[in-house]
């Protein structure tokens, strides 16, 4: 699994940042999170095709996360998109993405559909499932957890040897079916292991540190708003944002195997301050800068 920071600032955006959109390349699809304005720019400097996009998970209807989007959606047109997009929202989504439709002289030959999710809701995809959590911030906001699902366990031959399977029936065995050797039957949790967990990666700003975590449990990268410095925490929590400490002790929390800062204040050049003061908390911490790809691999 590939995550693309396409934009990694909040807010307002910097002549070094765009504001966010965070792109994860699963398999052979892009699922989008987020759509700052100049968004589709972005998707032509990184790997990113935009013909792979078939969902976009919007967290909320502040500008900084959905303004991209109707440019976005053109050049999808332009450039001769017939596959329909979905796009999925908190409560008042799919108001939003039609009025969005009908601003101009609007003319799209692909389906754009639009969907609300309420925390909890998961949308299903052959191979993973993205679903919405509940975030605290000023107006309705959904994080969004992407989980890979559940792989089949390990294949160990040695045992299959042991009992005499011969090699041509090990795909078999590993496809989930059963098979005799002689009278007795062979299952495959006789020669693998338990299930292994999917990757899963939680995308989660806007928000302050107040938010159910349950669902980000043991998530592989935790992408969480670090708005800014701690001296500024009353403001930030104020204004729905977190620090990047409490977003480091969010991931400590949730257990996370990474944490990546997230939409950082125009008032930093430069967010070495902010990671630092994470890492004090969960060590396993980074910060982003546009266009940065982080891979993801099974670790078992
Ligand atoms: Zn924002
Ligand atoms: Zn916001």
Redesign the pocket.
């Known amino acids: 699994m590939e995550v693309i920071f396409l934009g990694t600032g909040g807010t307002v955006p910097t002549p070094e940042r765009n504001t966010v959109a965070v792109a994860v390349r699963v398999d052979n699809e892009v699922v989008l999170f987020d759509c700052c304005e100049g968004c589709q720019k972005q998707i032509m400097r990184s790997t990113v095709s935009f013909m792979k996009i078939k969902k976009v998970f919007i967290t909320?209807f502040?500008g900084?996360?959905f303004l991209g989007l109707p440019g976005m959606l053109q050049t999808m047109g332009l450039l001769g998109r017939t596959a329909p997009l979905e796009i999925y929202g908190p409560e008042g989504a799919e108001g939003f993405i039609e009025n969005l439709l009908e601003t101009g002289y609007y003319g799209l030959d692909f389906d754009v559909r639009a969907r609300d999710l309420k925390p909890g809701n998961t949308v299903q995809e052959a191979k993973f499932t993205v679903e919405a959590i509940s975030l605290n911030?000023?107006?309705p906001?959904n994080g969004y957890l992407l989980r890979e699902k559940t792989r089949p366990g390990r294949f160990y031959p040695e045992k299959a040897e042991e009992l005499g399977v011969p090699k041509r029936f090990y795909g078999k065995l590993q496809r989930g079916e059963c098979m005799k050797v002689g009278e007795r039957e062979i299952t495959p949790d006789m020669v693998m292991g338990p299930p292994r967990r999917g990757i899963s990666v939680a995308y989660c700003t806007?928000t302050t540190p107040d938010w159910d975590t349950g669902a980000a449990k043991d998530c592989s990268l935790l992408i969480h708003d670090a708005t800014g410095c701690d001296a500024l925490k009353e403001k930030l929590n104020t204004f729905?944002h977190s620090t990047a400490r409490q977003a480091a002790e969010i991931a400590k929390k949730c257990n996370a195997g990474k944490l990546a800062l997230i939409h950082y204040s125009q008032r930093y050049r430069e967010v070495s301050g902010l990671l630092e003061e994470a890492r004090v908390i969960f060590q396993n911490t980074f910060a982003p800068r546009d266009l940065d790809t982080v891979m993801l691999k099974h670790e078992d």
């Open positions: 909320h502040h900084d996360h911030h000023l107006v906001t806007d729905g």
